[in-house]
């Protein structure tokens, strides 16, 4: 159920009233037309080029016009989806595996326990509290989704149906708390101060703004903030107790444009430590001296990333430079400069992606062919052994108590679970049993490798029954992402799960893009290479048809956000290779993204390119999909979905592809868009549960009928 974009819900019943909803795309044709969308003359010069574009109306998101667009477009979709029984399937198992209970990590409160949770059947998670189990320093206690516990902030306070709460920090004496309210799916959040002696919120709150962070500082005279301006740049300031808030003292960033991430840590009474990150490849460190706020550089201006772990008063960095696949070096904050840093853990064979320093052992993950292992060393560097980690898994550990960790571990086939490590014995005991009620067994998780356009060889997941013979005759679904330094190691996705019940062969391609492999596998992925990253999805598709997986008139391919781009930019250069296309929150207009100012990241120019740039626009204008889309094109099955909380992707792209694939087609399958008024790039979406399954299961239903994959109540 979609509620209008007059930002009320409706009921499924009333919304579309005396329409057929049986399901058409199983009937396998003969869809009704989309609804009309007025075109109005446009032309744009860039660069020379010019450019027609009739749906530039269409990115005024508040006009009535557009709002009438989106209405029709809804209901069009639901008329499309139907009420098939694959729906009812999709709703009631998308239920069952999405709608389980949700326990952040605890955070000491004085004599309590403050964690975020959501109960099975609610539709947002509260802030609660425990009093703290007795001997809790020595590691964690179990926390029971189903036990009663105090209420601190209930999302209902907050007025909106869409609110989702997160805890930031507790002040060092336990009685106060900095959280944060995210209405929908936008990334912009309200932080507020509670007294939890009172349980009132104080005086204090950071207005609606991209706010990066807040914390308390170590002496508790006041708080740190850091709130990034789509304009002006990222401020780190300080805001002390008992002062008026525009006294707030301008701690870093002066200079520091939009294009940049900043985010700040106190390492001590005396000492913040400043990160700054350009885009994806490069970044910088500085100290900042509390009081006087003098900035020294630890490293500025290098072609490498930087990434810190401060941890009793050393500091350790993982960085790429001279090392493309990363290595641990440590810094001495009183001889900071580059030339003084020494060398912990030299670069390996694999991806070092992740650190944490465990009862005065370091603990290392890697990434060997996308998928975790953990090693150990002595903080001097020398080896320590390894922690066990399952084929094509995903891993992550951190500190439990002396001698104990928390070791997560998650596949396609497996959903999250968390184990209590002895880090002496290697025994471990399941701390958080999966909450999923999917069972791997009876499926098959492998790895095979595909080669690309230019020859280079790289590895795709692929999950199916047991049994299963390649013949061609099978639905696929090819996922992918490809950028932002960004690793697509094995997670649990509701989707695939569901996928793979209903006899499907569910895949995740290994692009370049990523940080797979370390630099330079990032590096051959953006800007002037980004290209690459379609040739690569593309050969993996051809793959699974060559190899019989599948065929083009079952091959469905879906990604979000920038996997929204892959997909988008796919099916506008190979309409051929697919029947259905799920393209969610995507990019899809790529030379004019620098304009987006008002609902944009604006960092993601130095991963994809600069349109004002003309070295870069002509980059962008051989892929952009938008400008790509040409009359008379038989062109998949497409699935847009959007919302007007996106403030990351800006939303007008989906409202103009869906209006000009749904005039260009030849097909005569059918272009829909589903978009919701609170949705967005956070928060899982940002909706509430009941909403989220819905949104899922009309996505699922999509893929389903038009590949021709039945639920299993209903296969014949």
């Not at 409706?10 to 057929?20: C, D, V």
């Not at 790289?458 to 013979?469: D, V």
């Not at 304009?595 to 990241?601: L, M, R």
Request: proline share 7%.
């Amino acid at each position: 159920m979609m509620p209008s974009s007059s930002h009320s819900p409706k009921p499924r019943s009333l919304l579309f009233a005396g329409l057929p909803l049986l399901c058409l795309a199983a009937c396998g044709g003969n869809y009704p037309p989309p609804p009309e969308t007025e075109q109005i003359p446009f032309t744009e010069t860039l660069h020379g080029v010019e450019f027609e574009d009739p749906y530039r109306w269409l990115e005024d998101g508040d006009s009535p016009e557009t709002r009438a667009f989106i209405d029709r477009q809804n209901a069009y979709a639901e008329l499309i989806v139907g009420e098939p029984p694959e729906r009812e399937w999709a709703r009631r198992r998308l239920g069952e595996l999405i709608d389980t209970p949700s326990v952040g990590n605890p955070s000491k409160a004085g004599d309590y326990e403050l964690f975020t949770l959501r109960r099975a059947g609610e539709e947002l998670a509260s802030i609660v509290r425990r009093p703290a189990p007795e001997g809790a320093e020595a590691g964690p206690s179990k926390i029971d989704p189903a036990g009663e516990y105090e209420a601190v902030i209930d999302p209902v306070e907050t007025g909106s149906e869409y609110a989702h709460l997160g805890i930031l920090g507790v002040s060092s004496d336990g009685g106060q708390m900095l959280y944060n309210v995210r209405i929908g799916g936008e990334d912009e959040t309200t932080i507020r101060l509670r007294d939890l002696e009172q349980n009132v919120d104080l005086d204090f709150e950071l207005p609606r703004a991209l706010n990066d962070q807040a914390f308390f500082a170590k002496d508790g005279s006041g708080i740190y903030y850091t709130v990034r301006d789509r304009h002006e740049g990222s401020r780190v300031r300080f805001h002390r107790f008992g002062t008026d808030r525009a006294d707030d003292v301008l701690v870093f960033g002066e200079g520091i444009g939009p294009r940049a991430f900043v985010r700040a840590e106190q390492l001590d009474d005396a000492k913040l430590l400043v990160g700054v990150q350009h885009g994806w490849a490069r970044s910088d460190v500085y100290l900042v001296e509390i009081g006087t706020w003098n900035v020294t550089p630890i490293v500025e201006g290098m072609e490498a990333r930087f990434n810190t772990h401060h941890h009793d008063g050393r500091l350790f960095v993982r960085t790429n430079l001279d090392a493309p696949l990363n290595r641990l070096v440590e810094v001495d904050l009183e001889r900071p400069e580059v030339a003084d840093w020494r060398e912990v853990v030299p670069e390996a064979e694999d991806v070092l992606h992740g650190m944490s320093v465990i009862d005065g052992k370091l603990y290392l993950t890697y990434l060997h062919h996308v998928a975790s292992r953990i090693r150990v060393f002595e903080l001097d560097g020398t080896p320590a052994g390894e922690v066990e980690v399952p084929e094509h898994h995903n891993a992550s550990i951190r500190g439990a108590g002396e001698g104990k960790a928390l070791l997560s571990l998650v596949s396609y086939l497996q959903p999250p679970v968390t184990y209590l490590l002895d880090l002496e014995t290697g025994e471990r005991e399941v701390f958080r049993e999966p909450q999923a009620p999917f069972d791997g067994a009876g499926y098959v998780l492998k790895q095979v490798r595909y080669t690309s356009k230019d020859g280079t060889s790289a590895p795709m997941y692929i999950a199916h029954r047991e049994g299963f013979e390649p013949d061609g005759t099978t639905p696929a679904l090819l996922n992918g992402y490809g950028g932002f330094n960004v690793s697509l190691t094995p997670r649990f996705n509701p989707l695939a799960a569901l996928w793979l019940e209903a006899g499907g062969v569910y895949a995740v391609a290994t692009l370049r893009g990523g940080s797979e492999y370390g630099e330079e596998w990032h590096q051959a992925g953006m800007l002037h290479n980004k290209q690459t990253v379609f040739d690569d999805f593309i050969s993996a598709g051809e793959w699974l048809i060559a190899e019989g997986y599948s065929d083009p008139d079952r091959l469905a391919i879906h990604g979000a956000s920038n996997g929204g781009l892959l997909v988008g930019a796919s099916l506008t250069q190979r309409p051929d290779l697919y029947r259905a296309v799920l393209c969610g929150f995507p990019e899809l207009d790529l030379i004019r993204f620098y304009t987006f100012t008002e609902a944009n990241n604006m960092p993601a120019l130095l991963e994809y390119g600069d349109g004002e740039i003309p070295d870069q626009f002509e980059s962008l204008r051989g892929f952009s999909p938008y400008q790509a889309i040409r009359d008379g094109v038989a062109y998949p099955a497409v699935m847009l979905t959007q919302g007007d909380r996106d403030t990351r992707v800006p939303p007008l792209q989906a409202r103009k592809v869906a209006a000009r694939l749904q005039a260009t087609t030849s097909s005569g399958l059918p272009v829909i868009m589903r978009y919701h008024p609170y949705a967005g790039h956070a928060a899982s979406r940002g909706l509430p549960m009941s909403e989220r399954i819905e949104f899922v299961a009309a996505e699922a239903t999509f893929l389903l009928t038009q590949t021709g994959l039945g639920a299993p109540e209903t296969e014949s």
